[in-house]
């Protein structure tokens, strides 16, 4: 991923909810780009509930971004707590990313992440 860090990359989806917001192709283009991108945004998010721990990567935008990540079903499953998922955040970090094959020769990952405060 080029940059979440740089505040331009949010400007097209600035004023947009999650139902407006279509993800760029090559944000997805593997499973792989598919999970460095949604950790990279995620990584430009925080949500402190009111608390103040100065200025942290991009705040609330790329929440909606990151949702869209999401499969439809899964989306249907914690649209109300997505965001609240994420309360008392201040960075989330992808640590490692791990592809597991399985007996089949699919590929999964792994993937441990910090979340701190």
Known sequence: ????????????????TYKQILLPAEWTATPEDTLLN??????????????????????????PLAYNFLSQEYQNRVHE????SFAGIGHTS???????????????FFYPTLNGQ
């Open 81 to 84: 707590d997505y965001i609240r």
């Open 94 to 108: 992808l640590i490692k990313l791990c592809r597991v094959p399985d007996e089949k020769g699919f590929i999964r």
């Open 1 to 16: 991923m080029k940059g979440f860090e740089n505040f331009e990359v949010f400007a097209p989806f600035y004023d947009k």
């Open 38 to 63: 949604y950790f990279s945004l995620l990584r430009e998010a925080y949500y402190m509930e009111g608390r103040s721990c100065g200025s942290i990567g991009q705040g609330q935008y790329p929440f």
